[in-house]
T-cell receptor
Framework: GDSVTQMEGPVTLSEEAFLTINCTYT??????LFWYVQYPGEGLQLLLK?????DKGSNKGFEATYRKETTSFHLEKGSVQVSDSAVYFC?????????FGAGTTVTVRA | SQTIHQWPATLVQPVGSPLSLECTVE??????LYWYRQAAGRGLQLLFY??????ISSEVPQNLSASRPQDRQFILSSKKLLLSDSGFYLC????????????FGPGTRLTVT
């Protein structure tokens, strides 16, 4: 079946550093791709999405581009803040369901 | 706007006791509904999903069951809890016929002692 692989964490950064979280996928069709963020003790929030090849999703300074040729959807942010500390999940749609990556824990230090 | 509620927020239950977690969605009709479990430090495991009233699909055979008695209500149950049922339970919904992005509730932290 379809699946998502994302880089393992944890990732620790200093404030204002550049963040990249790699995500690659395997799919037989043309799924939609998503990034979710989970703050401690909370549910997941949809961060951004892309529904077709070459789409760029963006939100709150985060960006990710749907790359069909490399089957990737890497998450980037140019200057992270302490408030970006969270767990980030890459996901793809599979019919009614989403397949999630294992999650990457990001800690930003002041 | 749409909102999703889950309760209780936290629950501590002894082994062998029953369980009932409730999820309700407001502001949308005919949503797809989902139950996930997240064990400590791990990713999400899809437990059940529903595309309509009374329609439940189980992803993983286990000690839990789900029901959808109303369009926007989804209930997760167990007759006898196991220690391994401890975890963070998340309910989610998606729009029927959309791109299937899911929107999550705040979660229920269940500890089985």
């Amino acid at each position: 079946g379809d699946s998502v692989t994302q880089m393992e964490g944890p990732v620790t950064l200093s404030e204002e550093a550049f963040l990249t979280i790699n995500c690659t996928y395997t799919a037989t069709g043309y799924p939609s791709l998503f990034w979710y963020v989970q703050y401690p003790g909370e549910g997941l929030q949809l961060l951004l999405k892309a529904t077709k090849a070459d789409d760029k999703g963006s939100n709150k300074g985060f960006e990710a581009t749907y790359r069909k040729e490399t089957t990737s959807f890497h998450l980037e942010k140019g200057s992270v803040q302490v408030s970006d500390s969270a767990v980030y999940f890459c996901a793809l749609s599979e019919g009614y369901k989403l397949s999630f990556g294992a999650g990457t824990t990001v800690t930003v230090r002041a | 706007s749409q909102t999703i509620h889950q309760w209780p927020a936290t629950l501590v239950q002894p082994v062998g006791s029953p369980l009932s977690l409730e999820c309700t969605v407001e502001g949308t009709s005919n949503p797809n509904l989902y139950w996930y479990r997240q064990a400590a430090g791990r990713g999400l495991q899809l437990l059940f999903y529903s595309v309509g009233i009374g329609q439940i699909s189980s992803e993983v055979p286990q000690n839990l069951s789900a029901s959808r008695p109303q369009d926007r209500q989804f209930i997760l149950s167990s007759k006898k809890l196991l220690l391994s049922d401890s975890g963070f339970y998340l309910c989610a919904w998606s729009v029927l016929g959309g791109f299937y992005e899911q929107y999550f509730g705040p979660g229920t932290r269940l500890t089985v002692t």
